[in-house]
């Protein structure tokens, strides 16, 4: 049935009108009515909807399979059924190229787990590690306090040693003076022989003081020999000190290779103040000895004083071997006396140094208190920053291709 000219004007009209909707945008615009007829303008009225239905069709299919791989769900593919040519074939590019997607997302999920594991594992590392990096700091400090006590109690042992070496030195002086007063008494002696009865008996009152004050000296030397072995014994502890302190730094690891070179100086300190101690020590016994024959000088000398009250026919003899005897003890006096100055000014040196081995403890604990706040610290911004890794969206850290 063919269409009169005003009704083809018409449907001409409403396809013209059409096409310019769709070409606007509007794909569900469709040429209604066409009419019973089948004229060559139905036809292409029919034809341009089935075309409309078919793109119409394929754009859906497109967009939601689209819309729903944005938003995770891959699932959902486009519908080929009845979509013939070109159109089915971007239907089927795409369905690819979701099937890309998955695979990319099921690859970035994948990845961003084993992140997050190594995440977890990294922190897991940092935290033992500055854990035993805080730990060992407690310790070296609590290493620190004990060695600033060990070298507080050498330091007033030192000082304690200097007071009992300036008491020797006292009573060396005392003995000095005693020896010269017996050589002028037996120079009197000499000088004086008439009146031999009355000098043998004051003689012999200044060699019973001389005595006393020699036995008094040998008891000091009993302190002062006392006192050496108690240095020798802190020396001991401080080089076992220094022993556990050089181990601590081992495990401490690179941190705590500076305490170990503090430490190997005072093992190398302690092992000095052994060897001044074994010298103090044999000094101090060569004017033990020294005094001992002295005080068997001073009984000689008493017991000649004796013999010349007895006869004094042996007064000179008595009185020569007196000034000599008199002579030895003053000229060992002094040597004692240098010894006991020496030993003195080592008392002060080593003093000094552990006062300062005591300025560096405190400086190595300020340091080990330090070392455990950075390591607080650092903890700290480990897991800040494991947390900003399991945060972090997948599409600052891989993006997926376009496929």
Known sequence: MELGGGA?????????????????????ARVVPIGPGDGTEERIAHGLNRILDLVDATLKEAQGSASAAAAGHYARRP???????????????IDRTIGMLEQQAGSIAAQRARQAEASHAFNQQVAQLL???????????DAMDG????????????????????????????VATTTTQLHATASAIGTRAADAASLVGRSRQDGGEAIARVRELEGTFGELKRSLSFIDGIAEETRMLALNATIEAAHAGAAGRGFAVVASEVKALAHQTTRAMGEISESVDNVDIATRQSAGG?????QALGEIGQASTGVADAVREQRDAVVELDRRTIAVRSASQRMAGRASHLHGEMLRARKTVESLRARAQGLSGEAQALGEASRRFAQVLELQPASETDTPSDG
Request: net charge negative; aromatic share 2%; glycine share 8%.
């Open 147 to 174: 060695l600033e006590g060990d070298f507080s109690a050498s330091a007033d042992a030192m000082t304690e040693l200097a007071s009992e070496v300036r008491s020797v030195d006292e009573h060396l002086g005392s």
């Open 131 to 141: 854990g035993s990096v805080s730990e060992a700091a407690v310790h070296l400090a």
């Open 298 to 302: 001073m009984d000689a000398v008493v």
């Open 8 to 28: 083809v004007s018409s449907l001409m009209d409403r396809i013209e009108a059409t096409v310019s909707a769709v070409a606007a945008g509007a794909f569900d």
């Open 79 to 93: 519908i080929l059924r009845g979509v013939p040519g070109d159109a089915r074939r971007t239907l089927q590019s």
